[in-house]
């Protein structure tokens, strides 16, 4: 049995500084520890795990600005990233970074708002919702 590689799709992953003797393992594309990502999640901290939580808040941050009269629509999409998130978290060394805090503050205040807009009265844009044993439809 005959094994192909195909280099094109092959990356070596090691420092500037790092030598390498063997032919075949040259011709391997050439990436930076930091610059690392395993099915879609950064394994390293740096430029590229700042990116990912910048984007993460950032979408999270214009569906924030987008709450009106259609808060819950916006609010579920917004969770939808929720997938990507925890799979940044697990597979990511986020410990001590701002990205997951700033994240967890848009989304709390992403709550905040719609638990106001929700317990005003129906007429005022609220939701027929029973908060505490009354209907705020008055």
């Not at 808060?71 to 701002?98: G, K, N, T, Y």
Request: overall charge positive; hydrophobic content about 45%.
């Amino acid at each position: 049995m005959i094994i192909i590689i195909n280099t094109a799709k092959c990356e070596l992953i090691g420092y500037s500084d790092f030598v390498v003797d063997d032919p075949l393992l040259r011709s391997f594309t050439r990436v930076q520890p930091c610059d690392v990502t395993l099915l879609g999640a950064p394994l390293f901290q740096g430029k590229v795990l700042n990116d990912f939580w910048s984007d993460r808040c950032s979408s999270l941050s214009r569906a924030v600005d987008r709450l009106c009269l259609v808060e819950l629509i916006l609010l579920r999409a917004s969770f939808s990233s929720a997938p990507r998130v925890q799979h940044l978290l697990r597979c990511s060394p986020s410990v001590d970074m701002c990205g997951p805090q700033k994240f967890d503050d848009l989304l709390k205040s992403a709550l905040s708002q719609l638990w106001l807009q929700a317990r005003l009265p129906i007429r005022f844009g609220g939701l027929p919702i029973r908060f505490g044993g009354l209907v705020s439809d008055k």
